[in-house]
């Protein structure tokens, strides 16, 4: 049977027609249904305006919208008619297998708390980012939904992680590494330094200590990182990746000659645009609820919406979350239940 | 009279040959005297080698050396004739007025607390990274000393970095941003809520929190963070620039045409090279100690080093920390003296 995606059509910054514009082209390249959450005589224009109308393109009603800059839990509090809570409503009751949402991330890690609840041993459910490197994708985790993390949550997210890069990426034993300053285990923060003893006794594939330099290499397919280290990872790449871009687009301007051999080089800068794009993988996975969702950045187009809807498909089909109980089966002694409220979650705007 | 300025000649992972290059076009360049400390059987044959010698480089023996992944504590406590102790030592009796070295920058640290102490007020000395970006430098502090810090400490971070920025790059009013993962006051950890309260407070121009995606954008003039996530976002930088410049290069090989327009565009790439590179300051300047110090990155060029000396004598000809003090003194109660060992000083390899 076509699995089926809820889309939150009503959040981001680009406003719900690049996110129809997504739906429509996930339903060409696939058989996935997809649901559109929100205004639904809006969204309904915007998909006459489209022409081809899809019945695997489906319209959900939601009243409200959760701002980019609200606050999380009181929007979910007090919006319980938004997009984004109709949208986990509908995979709770069985109605979609997954929910993608380029709106506040923030409340959307907070309803999918809400809504589905977390997964057995989870105590801190995270976002997970996905990089270009070299080499092969990496996945960071977390990346903005836990700022001030205890030992066992890093462990978690490793965990979580590594059974993502499994089932997403088709790796036997993802190499997990620890993100800190120096390679030696006894470099670091004290909570790394903890951190590290938790994932030398585990059944992971652990490398030890990994450096920012490594990020982008290509030879560790897992790091982890408490949420406010990664959020300013994440954001620090996007600034200096545009900033380096931005320098050299301005170096090239200043002569004739440099602005030819461009357009003559223009093919290669395109392929290398695509290559380290966001847009590639979509958006980030939302790890440790029991359901599957996508967070996108805001600023996501159609393609980049497409593929989160292609990627949070992929988590449903080949059951992300059985993958991740069954390592946290194998390091059972190591994952340390807790039940403390999630306070630091969702406050990173990791997408916006 | 001339400025005075020791340099560790046997720390990098170069070797002597560049530390002595950079000395030598550091006095042709200026009218700087320069002491070579290090092994002066072999630093004299290589100055040798290069022909000129000058009246203003002087030889100063030193019969031990610290080894990059050497223990910085462990290391000055049984180094003691090492060359970066020796080069302290120096300073300290006033023979010279800066110390430069391109070796462990633990050990750097370490030494120069030991030797010369801390700046009054001051609880915890740190390193200070300088970043190009698309308008003028930035100054993030710390980028590897301090790995768990305290309000207090990045309050202190902030004063330090200001007032290199006002001293080196002549700026008036530095605007001094706290690193963190939102722009509003109430996100980020615990440590950057607290300070934001500090600074909030404070003489600074300080313009609230910043993200990452700033650092490179250049309307922020000095950036604070502790030395974990200073270290990691200077090791990522340093690692993103390197992939993206890869990748490029990958995508420019694959057609003859992209190759020819490499070729017409090379100057540009040049200029580009050139604006991004971290020898263009020479290193990162050790801030908070009763002296002039600058570590540079362990694969220093020649160039390199010469730029670290030139700063070196700047830092020592405006008196930064007189400056530094005179900041101090205008936010005197919000400045707490601690006297807490420098538990983490030192750990984080910054220039390796």
């Known amino acids: 049977m076509a699995l089926h995606i809820a889309l939150d059509a009503m959040g981001g910054d680009r406003g719900p027609e690049e996110l129809v514009s997504g739906a429509v082209l996930a339903t060409r390249e696939s058989d996935l249904e997809v649901s559109l959450v929100g205004d639904t005589v809006r969204l309904g224009a915007i998909l006459a305006s489209h022409g081809a109308s899809s019945p695997r393109i489906h319209l959900v009603h939601a009243s409200q919208v959760v701002d980019m ?86 462990f978690q997210f490793g965990v979580m992680a590594a059974a993502f890069s499994q089932v997403l990426f088709g790796l036997d034993r993802p ?66 990746a545009e900033a380096v871009m931005g320098m050299l687009g301005e170096e090239i301007a200043k002569s004739f000659k440099a602005k030819l051999g461009y357009l003559l080089a223009r093919d290669a800068f395109v392929s ?36 989160a809807i292609r990627v949070a498909s992929e988590m449903a089909r080949n059951k992300v979350n059985d993958r991740i109980l069954e390592l946290f089966s194998l390091d059972h002694r190591l994952v340390e239940q807790d039940d403390a409220p999630v306070a630091n979650a969702a406050g990173a705007g990791v997408t916006q």
Request: hydrophobic fraction near 40%; include cysteine.
């Open 69 to 154: 800059d609200e606050s999380p839990f009181d929007a979910i509090r007090r919006k319980k008619d938004s997009s984004i809570m109709k949208a986990f409503a509908l995979h709770k009751e069985g109605s979609v297998d997954a929910v993608v949402s380029a709106g506040n991330s923030g409340a959307t890690l907070a309803a999918a708390i809400k809504l589905l609840g977390r997964l057995e041993h989870v105590s801190r459910p995270g976002i997970a980012g996905i990089y270009p490197t070299l080499k092969g994708p990496v996945v960071m985790m977390d990346v903005g939904a836990n700022v001030d993390c205890r030992p066992e949550h890093l």
């Open 175 to 240: 190499r997990v590494g620890l993100l800190s300053i120096g390679e030696e285990g006894g470099k670091g923060n004290i909570l790394v330094k903890k951190s590290h003893e938790l994932f030398q006794q585990s059944s992971l594939n652990y490398i030890g200590n990994v450096e920012g330099r490594d990020t982008f290499q290509g030879d560790v397919d897992v790091m982890v990182c408490d949420g406010f280290v990664g959020n300013v990872c994440l954001k620090l790449s996007e600034g200096l």
């Open 272 to 307: 290398f645009k695509k290559r380290v794009d966001y847009a590639e993988y979509g958006g980030a996975p939302l790890l440790g609820i029991r359901g599957n969702a996508i967070v996108c950045h805001g600023r996501s187009n159609a393609v980049a919406m497409k593929n």
